[in-house]
């Protein structure tokens, strides 16, 4: 990191292809043959999300959201956060109080 705090695009850049480059002409079921999982695209997105999450970190960086697309319509978000930009601020309030309430649902099921 420079020590500005800012991280030139570049160099991130470069450091994820030498990464990605690696899994380059590889089949999924190699990727996954001695973890035993099935080669899914949320798979694929955890390994990726956990492995490039402690290499950035190593260099005093987060990670806070990898999008992984099979297709134009088929795509898994890994995040170690909730994402709720999309809402409107007056309407966080209510969203998280619907999410704690369902939370403390699901939890008293269980009891």
Do not use: C
């Amino acid at each position: 990191m420079e020590k500005s705090g800012f991280v030139a695009f570049y160099d991130v850049d470069k450091r994820l292809d030498s990464y990605f480059r690696y899994f380059n002409g590889m089949y999924l079921n190699d990727i996954f043959r001695e973890d035993k999982l099935s080669p899914t695209i949320e798979n694929l997105g955890d390994m990726f999300y956990e492995e490039l999450g402690n290499r950035l970190a190593r260099r005093q960086m987060h990670l806070i959201q990898l999008e992984i697309t099979e297709n134009p319509v088929r795509s898994y978000i890994v995040s170690d956060r909730l994402l709720m930009s999309s809402t409107q601020n007056a309407d966080k309030d209510k969203k998280w109080k619907e999410i704690i309430e369902t939370s403390e649902m699901v939890f008293s099921m269980k009891n």
